[in-house]
């Protein structure tokens, strides 16, 4: 797992939905249904961070939000 340093410029929240993602990745590898399903239950509220996520990650390049 490797994580760049445009992660350390998240909140904490999305830091902490990146860090299980990839950990849930170590497990289960892709995006099968047993993998949405496991990091669910380490982090239930996983959808609404991943779509606040996403959001973000349509402004930012390396880092900076536009």
Do not use: N, T
Request: hydrophobic share 45%; proline share 5%.
């Amino acid at each position: 797992m490797k994580l760049g340093w445009p992660l350390f410029q998240l909140s904490v929240h999305l830091m902490d939905y990146v860090v299980a993602h990839e950990l849930a990745h170590v497990k289960i590898p892709g995006y099968h249904a047993d993998f949405w399903r496991l990091l669910g239950r380490s982090l239930p509220e996983q959808e609404a961070r991943r779509a606040e996520l996403d959001e973000l990650g349509q402004r930012m390049w390396m880092g900076e939000v536009a």
